[in-house]
């Protein structure tokens, strides 16, 4: 049997999401976009973190996918071909630094010398590197080890290592244990995005449904503010986070978060990122961000 397509010749929509990604785990429980697309097959592909989602859609393996702010600049440094999607504003305590209880470290300075775990190219990335400016610290004063998020809350159990940076919901699971503390978190810098990705191809192909993806996105935020116990319970059920977790980062979150094309604004800030990074030979050559990113059209 022939498969279904939609009037863009559409036959299936590859969405990335991860933990993190609230709205789009809404929307897989509810089939938002299964009821949007019609005729096209949906599918669904968990990542642990935003790298891993790029590598995905570098490989084509899924259309669109969500992520932290520093996730598509190591991947558009590599010349990957990536293009911003929409972006939507964080909330002000998605990520933190997370100490053992009990820790010596006191202030920013005392981080010098210590071992601090992240994910290299993850929106923890730029945290930390915040972190070390607001210290007046470099990252040679300090030893960064590269864990997965699962693997820096083990490392921190274990004492392993002297401070984890890190994002939600992995952030409130942990200080929710109640064995660690938090040295600062992203309260203490100015807002930071999350961006929705896809690649140049789709977005060529596909422009009309790229805007559907948009107009999906922020109908499932609508439905997120109308429906907030509802929503706690489909991120602890879809994620196994414990319920009193759920609450926690959806009390972090803002009250309305709507994905929108990417404006000046954003651009600029990002480009701010891109550049400190170039800057500290964190990224292999610096970048144009600018020229990634879809017009809606």
Same mark, same amino acid.
């Given at each position: ?36 697309? &019609? ?8 990542? &642990? ?31 990957? &071909? ?21 820790? &010596? ?96 191809? +789709? ?46 980062? +959806? ?47």
């Amino acid at each position: 049997m022939t498969q279904k397509t939609d009037e863009t010749g559409l036959e299936t929509l590859n969405i990335g999401y991860q933990k993190a990604a609230l709205k789009l785990i809404v929307a897989k429980k509810n089939q938002n976009f299964e009821q949007a697309f &019609p005729g096209v097959k949906v599918e669904w592909k968990e990542f &642990p973190a935003g790298p891993q989602t790029l590598e995905a859609l570098n490989a084509g393996s899924i259309d669109f996918g969500y992520t932290g702010d520093t996730p598509v600049i190591f991947a558009l440094s590599g010349n990957k &071909p990536i293009n911003y999607l929409a972006y939507e504003v964080n909330s002000k305590n998605a990520h933190s630094l997370l100490l053992a209880k009990g820790s &010596p470290i006191k202030t920013l300075q005392d981080l010098k010398g210590k071992r601090i775990a992240l994910m290299k190219g993850s929106s923890a990335h730029y945290f930390l590197a915040q972190i070390l400016n607001k210290a007046n610290l470099s990252w040679q004063d300090i030893q960064p080890i590269w864990l997965t998020p699962a693997d820096g809350l083990a490392a921190l159990d274990k004492k392993s290592i002297d401070a984890w940076a890190i994002w939600d919901p992995y952030s409130s699971a942990a200080q929710l244990k109640g064995d660690n503390q938090v040295l600062i978190s992203a309260s203490e810098f100015p807002p930071a995005y999350s961006f929705y990705l896809s690649s140049p191809k +789709f977005l060529s192909a596909h422009s009309k449904q790229a805007h559907k993806i948009i107009e999906t996105l922020n109908q499932t935020d609508d439905w997120i503010q109308a429906h907030p116990d509802e929503a706690v319970k489909i991120l602890a059920e879809s994620t196994g986070l414990d319920e009193a977790v759920a609450k926690k980062v +959806f009390e972090n979150r803002l009250s309305s978060v709507q994905a929108k094309l990417v404006d000046e604004n954003t651009l600029q800030e990002q480009q701010k990122i891109a550049d400190l990074f170039a800057s500290l030979k964190l990224i292999p050559h610096s970048v144009v961000l600018k020229d990634h990113v879809w017009k809606g059209k």
